[in-house]
Protein backbone atom coordinates (compact mmCIF):
# COMPACT_ATOMS: atom_id res chain seq x y z
CA UNK A 1 0.00 0.00 0.00
CA UNK A 2 1.31 3.50 -1.12
CA UNK A 3 0.64 6.33 1.65
CA UNK A 4 2.12 9.34 2.74
CA UNK A 5 4.95 10.37 5.61
CA UNK A 6 4.36 13.48 7.58
CA UNK A 7 7.41 14.50 5.45
CA UNK A 8 6.08 13.80 1.71
CA UNK A 9 8.19 10.69 1.26
CA UNK A 10 6.55 7.83 -0.15
CA UNK A 11 5.53 4.55 1.41
CA UNK A 12 6.16 1.17 0.47
CA UNK A 13 4.55 -1.65 1.75
CA UNK A 14 7.70 -3.60 3.18
CA UNK A 15 10.10 -2.76 6.08
CA UNK A 16 13.13 -3.63 7.18
CA UNK A 17 13.16 -6.78 9.40
CA UNK A 18 15.09 -7.66 12.54
CA UNK A 19 17.83 -9.19 9.95
CA UNK A 20 17.86 -5.90 7.74
CA UNK A 21 16.22 -7.77 5.52
CA UNK A 22 13.18 -6.00 3.02
CA UNK A 23 10.58 -7.87 4.65
CA UNK A 24 6.29 -7.21 4.10
CA UNK A 25 4.39 -5.08 6.12
CA UNK A 26 1.26 -5.91 6.06
CA UNK A 27 1.58 -9.69 5.48
CA UNK A 28 0.71 -12.68 7.63
CA UNK A 29 3.55 -15.33 8.99
CA UNK A 30 4.10 -18.93 9.44
CA UNK A 31 7.21 -19.52 12.34
CA UNK A 32 8.62 -23.08 12.50
CA UNK A 33 11.84 -22.40 15.15
CA UNK A 34 14.52 -24.79 16.59
CA UNK A 35 14.31 -27.84 13.93
CA UNK A 36 16.30 -30.28 15.00
CA UNK A 37 17.77 -32.52 12.32
CA UNK A 38 21.22 -34.71 12.33
CA UNK A 39 22.55 -33.58 8.51
CA UNK A 40 26.25 -34.66 6.83
CA UNK A 41 27.07 -30.72 5.03
CA UNK A 42 30.30 -29.31 5.57
CA UNK A 43 33.66 -27.95 4.05
CA UNK A 44 35.14 -30.90 5.43
CA UNK A 45 35.42 -34.74 4.67
CA UNK A 46 34.78 -35.71 8.71
CA UNK A 47 32.15 -33.35 8.79
CA UNK A 48 30.14 -35.17 5.77
CA UNK A 49 31.19 -38.38 6.99
CA UNK A 50 30.22 -38.36 10.69
CA UNK A 51 27.55 -35.75 10.33
CA UNK A 52 26.32 -32.87 13.09
CA UNK A 53 23.63 -31.31 14.22
CA UNK A 54 21.75 -28.62 12.44
CA UNK A 55 19.20 -26.52 13.94
CA UNK A 56 16.95 -24.79 11.61
CA UNK A 57 14.48 -21.67 12.02
CA UNK A 58 11.86 -20.78 8.92
CA UNK A 59 9.58 -17.86 8.43
CA UNK A 60 7.16 -18.03 6.18
CA UNK A 61 5.06 -15.18 4.66
CA UNK A 62 1.44 -15.52 3.44
CA UNK A 63 -2.02 -14.58 3.54
CA UNK A 64 -3.29 -16.28 6.26
CA UNK A 65 -6.90 -14.21 6.80
CA UNK A 66 -9.08 -16.84 4.84
CA UNK A 67 -7.41 -19.71 6.99
CA UNK A 68 -8.62 -17.49 9.89
CA UNK A 69 -11.33 -17.06 9.27
CA UNK A 70 -12.94 -20.38 7.73
CA UNK A 71 -10.61 -22.32 10.07
CA UNK A 72 -9.58 -24.92 7.33
CA UNK A 73 -6.10 -26.50 6.54
CA UNK A 74 -6.87 -25.91 3.14
CA UNK A 75 -6.25 -22.33 3.35
CA UNK A 76 -3.41 -22.40 4.92
CA UNK A 77 0.32 -23.79 4.13
CA UNK A 78 1.22 -26.76 6.54
CA UNK A 79 3.11 -27.02 9.07
CA UNK A 80 3.88 -30.61 8.53
CA UNK A 81 4.40 -29.78 4.73
CA UNK A 82 6.85 -27.00 5.53
CA UNK A 83 8.91 -29.19 8.38
CA UNK A 84 8.86 -32.22 5.81
CA UNK A 85 10.49 -30.36 3.60
CA UNK A 86 13.34 -28.64 5.76
CA UNK A 87 14.31 -32.50 6.94
CA UNK A 88 14.44 -33.54 3.27
CA UNK A 89 16.93 -31.00 2.10
CA UNK A 90 18.58 -31.51 6.08
CA UNK A 91 19.00 -34.66 6.14
CA UNK A 92 19.50 -35.10 2.50
CA UNK A 93 22.33 -35.44 0.15
CA UNK A 94 25.34 -33.77 1.50
CA UNK A 95 26.42 -29.78 0.98
CA UNK A 96 29.52 -28.42 1.31
CA UNK A 97 28.32 -24.91 2.23
CA UNK A 98 25.61 -23.93 4.73
CA UNK A 99 24.53 -21.14 2.27
CA UNK A 100 23.98 -24.23 -0.12
CA UNK A 101 21.33 -25.79 2.61
CA UNK A 102 19.81 -22.51 3.20
CA UNK A 103 19.20 -21.86 -0.62
CA UNK A 104 17.93 -25.23 -0.93
CA UNK A 105 15.42 -25.23 1.92
CA UNK A 106 14.46 -21.17 0.65
CA UNK A 107 14.08 -22.42 -3.21
CA UNK A 108 11.86 -26.07 -2.43
CA UNK A 109 9.70 -23.76 0.04
CA UNK A 110 9.08 -20.78 -2.77
CA UNK A 111 8.54 -23.53 -5.38
CA UNK A 112 6.20 -25.56 -3.51
CA UNK A 113 3.56 -23.32 -2.10
CA UNK A 114 2.71 -20.48 -4.24
CA UNK A 115 0.99 -18.81 -1.62
CA UNK A 116 3.93 -18.06 0.71
CA UNK A 117 5.40 -14.90 -1.33
CA UNK A 118 8.75 -14.47 1.03
CA UNK A 119 10.66 -16.93 3.39
CA UNK A 120 13.20 -16.32 5.34
CA UNK A 121 15.64 -19.13 6.53
CA UNK A 122 18.00 -19.44 9.35
CA UNK A 123 20.84 -22.93 9.62
CA UNK A 124 22.85 -23.47 12.48
CA UNK A 125 26.10 -25.24 13.25
CA UNK A 126 26.07 -25.80 17.11
CA UNK A 127 29.01 -27.53 17.35
CA UNK A 128 31.53 -26.31 15.27
CA UNK A 129 35.43 -26.85 15.24
CA UNK A 130 36.14 -23.33 15.76
CA UNK A 131 38.70 -22.10 19.03
CA UNK A 132 36.56 -20.28 21.17
CA UNK A 133 33.24 -20.00 23.06
CA UNK A 134 30.20 -19.60 21.28
CA UNK A 135 26.05 -20.98 20.83
CA UNK A 136 26.34 -21.80 16.81
CA UNK A 137 27.48 -20.44 13.69
CA UNK A 138 24.94 -19.87 10.86
CA UNK A 139 23.40 -18.90 7.84
CA UNK A 140 20.41 -16.70 7.19
CA UNK A 141 18.59 -15.88 4.41
CA UNK A 142 15.43 -13.93 2.42
CA UNK A 143 14.10 -14.82 -0.25
CA UNK A 144 10.98 -13.42 -2.00
CA UNK A 145 8.84 -15.57 -4.72
CA UNK A 146 9.55 -14.51 -8.59
CA UNK A 147 5.88 -13.42 -8.64
CA UNK A 148 6.32 -11.46 -5.47
CA UNK A 149 9.58 -9.76 -6.96
CA UNK A 150 7.66 -9.38 -10.76
CA UNK A 151 4.57 -7.44 -8.83
CA UNK A 152 7.59 -5.28 -7.04
CA UNK A 153 9.44 -4.67 -10.01
CA UNK A 154 6.62 -3.05 -11.77
CA UNK A 155 6.04 -1.04 -8.79
Known amino acids: MVGRRGNDEEEDDTHVGGGGFRVPRNKDRLMLRGLQFHGHHGVYEEERKLGQKFVVDVDAW????????????????????????VKKVVEGPSFKLLESVVEAIAQGILVSHPTISDVR???CKPH????????????????SSVASADASARC
Open 128 to 143: VAVEGVLDYLGVEIFR
Open 121 to 123: VKV
Open 62 to 85: ADLEKAGTTDELEHTVSYVELYAQ
